[in-house]
């Protein structure tokens, strides 16, 4: 019995082609009639919750409401934001929604007010969402792969929190499929994510340690460029409140989890979840980090596969960081998209399967799991993605069809 249990997550038997092809059109389903329900429930542009339809696009659309009319360094000025946010919504009980990025963030969003709020979360969205899909796409255009990438319960996550995981995926995914070939462009990739910079923690150190050298030069003229254009355009006064707004964001956001220690995901979030204090939680994100640096540099010193590489960096973006939201997670349709293919290609190594789906399921119940349970899954389930790559690149390739998904006729394949 109990050798049989194990084994129906070794091997993963349960997950068969047929059943890639109907679950993402089922969860796509619960989430339509989700949606639905809830937007009957909602007035106006306020949800049951009695937060702004989208959630988190209320910032930076108010942020550029304040650009657009004069006053960019006002975006970190909590009275005037959240004036701003009540206005938009037309809810004057409304949460405070802070706007934590550097202003080069705001030459991305700038022209969001230029539409009233429904129509630019609407676009927001719709163009963040092709890009996603656009580099997904581009990394597996099977058609069973791009239905889990749209049912993913991470872009939902992402997609009712009204954020820029859509964007971070885009700008990552399209990096990494572009250093080889395209050093350069994959520099500005990289670079144009500094507009988050909690990901710049690994991406330099990464570069520096493979040698790529023209990409780390173009990141850099990247990020000097974006700082200094949004230094012209919106002035030194801007710059100079983000940098008074930074404390207040890893006091309040971070250290006392203003937002909920179990929204945040890292393995900070998750030892202060667990009682730990600020050092000890910084202590211990430190030996994540680190660990997490050197598995990565590791891997890709061991293995030629450009799928172990790139789903290695991505997974290590996001542990070494102490400052992710579960939105956050949506990223992992990267590591999750390139394994599936190095599985299929050579075949599933035991329990890597299980793994994929557990990690593919995730976003939908890391932070209710961390909130009601004290459990913070996310950290170890990151760290256990990086081990099953780590296991990849120094294992020989598994033996043709082992674990794979197969087809009702014999064949094997599978998604992401």
């Known amino acids: 019995m109990g050798s049989s249990i194990l084994d129906f997550f070794r091997r993963a038997p349960w997950l068969t082609r047929r059943r890639l092809v109907i679950y993402p059109k089922l969860f796509l389903a619960a989430y339509a009639i989700s949606a639905v329900v809830w937007l009957m429930r909602s007035k106006g542009l306020v949800d049951p919750a009695g937060h702004a339809i989208g959630a988190d696009f209320i910032d930076p659309w108010s942020a550029s409401w304040l650009t657009l009319h004069g006053a960019p360094a006002a975006v970190y000025n909590v009275a005037r934001l959240w004036t701003v946010e009540r206005s938009a919504v037309a809810d004057p009980a409304l949460g405070f929604a802070g706007f934590h990025y550097p202003p080069m963030y705001l030459l991305i969003v700038l022209p969001l007010a230029m539409l009233p709020y429904a129509w630019s979360l609407i676009a927001w969205?719709?163009?963040?969402?092709?890009?996603?899909?656009?580099?997904?796409?581009?990394?597996?255009?099977?058609?069973?792969?791009?239905?889990?990438?749209?049912?993913?319960?991470?872009?939902?996550?992402?997609?009712?929190?009204?954020?820029?995981?859509?964007?971070?995926?885009?700008?990552?995914?399209?990096?990494?499929?572009?250093?080889?070939?395209?050093?350069?462009?994959?520099?500005?990739?990289?670079?144009?994510?500094?507009?988050?910079?909690?990901?710049?923690?690994?991406?330099?150190?990464?570069?520096?340690?493979?040698?790529?050298?023209?990409?780390?030069?173009?990141?850099?003229?990247?990020?000097?460029?974006?700082?200094?254009?949004?230094?012209?355009?919106?002035?030194?006064?801007?710059?100079?409140?983000?940098?008074?707004?930074?404390?207040?964001?890893?006091?309040?956001?971070?250290?006392?989890?203003?937002?909920?220690?179990?929204?945040?995901?890292s393995g900070f979030a998750a030892a202060r979840l667990l009682g730990f204090d600020v050092a000890a939680s910084y202590a211990f994100q430190a030996a994540v980090s680190l660990i997490t640096a050197l598995a990565v540099i590791w891997i890709w010193r061991r293995t030629a596969k450009f799928e172990l590489h790139a789903a290695a960096l991505a997974t290590g973006i996001l542990l070494a960081t102490p400052y992710i939201m579960d939105y956050d997670l949506v990223v992992l349709a990267l590591p999750i998209a390139w394994i599936a293919i190095e599985g299929r290609r050579s075949g599933f190594l035991p329990w890597e399967k299980s793994l994929l789906a557990f990690l593919w399921l995730l976003p939908l119940f890391a932070r209710s799991l961390a909130g009601r349970a004290m459990i913070p899954i996310a950290p170890l389930a990151m760290l256990l993605l990086l081990a099953d790559i780590a296991r990849r690149a120094q294992a020989p390739a598994p033996a043709p069809g082992f674990g794979a998904i197969v087809s009702e006729g014999g064949r094997a394949r599978g998604g992401t």
């Open 125 to 265: 969205t719709a163009a963040s969402f092709a890009a996603y899909f656009g580099v997904l796409w581009k990394i597996d255009p099977e058609r069973d792969s791009l239905w889990l990438a749209i049912a993913f319960p991470g872009a939902l996550v992402n997609l009712t929190n009204g954020q820029n995981g859509f964007l971070t995926l885009a700008l990552l995914g399209a990096a990494l499929l572009t250093l080889k070939r395209r050093p350069i462009l994959a520099g500005v990739m990289f670079g144009l994510m500094s507009y988050k910079p909690q990901y710049g923690v690994l991406v330099p150190i990464f570069l520096l340690a493979t040698g790529r050298w023209r990409a780390i030069g173009s990141a850099s003229v990247t990020v000097v460029l974006f700082a200094a254009l949004s230094l012209a355009i919106f002035g030194e006064q801007t710059w100079q409140a983000f940098f008074a707004s930074v404390s207040f964001t890893r006091h309040v956001v971070l250290e006392q989890g203003g937002s909920g220690f179990e929204k945040l995901q």
